[in-house]
């Protein structure tokens, strides 16, 4: 029986996470409390799961709030229609650039954040050369996931494996960076065969892409320089933390 309510509980927690019917917090709140409430867990057992798991969650805590304070700044946004200048509009280049972009800002950043971020832009990107925004949402939707999984701290999954199995910083570094590299060279290829012969543009609209003022997507200067300073220090622990043990969470916290 209660396997039953179990099942029931948790099919209906991701129901309201997947619709937005509730906010994800709040849902995953609620699941948890129905637990408690019916007797699958009791209150040791639920403490002990989050007092387990405080490391990882401290981590994205830290993490959360320096990326919140980047993302205000509208450096992501900046750089996109920076990378559609350097490559002059080409729209495949631009794509590839956009994925390479992605990729690295997911495995030092949240990915979702970072998706959410760079897709607006992206599809401005498409409309301004009129190329299919599909293309280039699936394409950094996939950058990102690979991204992610290139660092200890680009994915939530790696945060608790790292956790669970007592793997540092470099060692994700070393291991799954290579992996992702070579799984985004793969992505950008198989677009390429699949959509990028065909992207072709006029000149006209080449040159709107190229009339875009980048210096209006950054709003807050002195914001971004701190937030670029502060999380560059945290990478630089993150990396030190091998030799100096001072933990992830403090480094994040920090």
Known sequence: MQLAIGLIIFITTFYLIITEKVPGPIATLLGGLSMALVGIINEHEALHA???????ILLLV???????????????????????????????????????????????????????????????????????????????????????????????TQLIIGAEGKIGFNDFLINTAPIAIISLIILIITVYFMYGRKMVVSRDLKARVMELDASRSLKNI?????????????????????????????????
């Open 50 to 56: 989050i007092g387990s798991r405080l490391e990882i």
């Open 62 to 156: 830290g993490m959360m709030i320096i990326v919140h304070f980047i993302s205000e700044t509208g450096v992501f946004q900046y750089l996109a229609v920076k990378v559609a200048q350097l490559v002059k509009g080409e729209p495949f280049p631009l794509l590839v650039l956009l994925a390479v972009i992605t990729a690295v800002c997911s495995a030092f950043l949240d990915n979702v954040t970072t998706i959410l971020l760079m897709a607006p832009v992206s599809i401005l990107l498409a409309n301004q050369l009129k190329v299919d925004p599909f293309v280039y949402i699936m394409t950094l939707i996939m950058s990102a996931n690979i991204g992610g999984l290139a660092t200890l701290i680009g994915d939530p």
């Open 222 to 254: 002195r914001l971004l320089q701190e937030s670029a300073t502060i999380f560059a220090l945290v990478i630089f622990g993150f990396l030190m933390n091998n030799f100096i043990d001072k933990g992830l969470a403090i480094m994040a916290l920090s």
